[in-house]
């Protein structure tokens, strides 16, 4: 899977801008600029250095149980309005990861 990189796990100083060019390779250079900004230095980076290792990969991962009940709880019982903002373009939780949910990209509401 993509979203597995043993670089990753060994440099929590991690280039914002290199991550995002991973799926959207033809940002500027203006724009690179902007996703590196908020992250000045390796201090600022814990949460995405963390990330990565929170989301399950494998099937049998940590985790994975409870993300297969949410899943069948918001594709089964969630009847109210919700919003997520996902890229359709990421790599790991774009579009098709959430097509068994009700409204969710792809997938026709329920009524």
Same mark, same amino acid.
């Given at each position: ?41 390796? @201090?600022?980076? =814990?949460?995405? #250095? ?10 049998? $991962?940590? *985790? +994975?149980?409870? @993300?297969?009940? =949410?899943?069948? #709880? ?10 997520? $903002?996902? *890229? +359709? ?23």
């Amino acid at each position: 899977m993509r979203w597995e990189c043993p670089v990753h796990n060994a440099n929590p100083n991690l280039d914002i801008a290199a991550l995002v060019r991973r799926s959207e390779p033809y940002i500027s250079e203006a724009e690179a600029a902007a996703y590196n900004a908020p992250f000045p230095d390796a @201090s600022y980076k =814990a949460g995405v #250095w963390r990330f990565p290792n929170l989301v399950p990969s494998k099937p049998d $991962a940590p *985790g +994975a149980e409870t @993300s297969r009940r =949410a899943l069948a #709880w918001w594709s089964k019982e969630w009847n109210g309005q919700s919003f997520m $903002a996902v *890229g +359709a373009k990421d790599p790991i939780l774009g579009r098709g990861r959430w097509s068994g949910c009700a409204g969710a990209s792809g997938a026709a509401p329920r009524r």
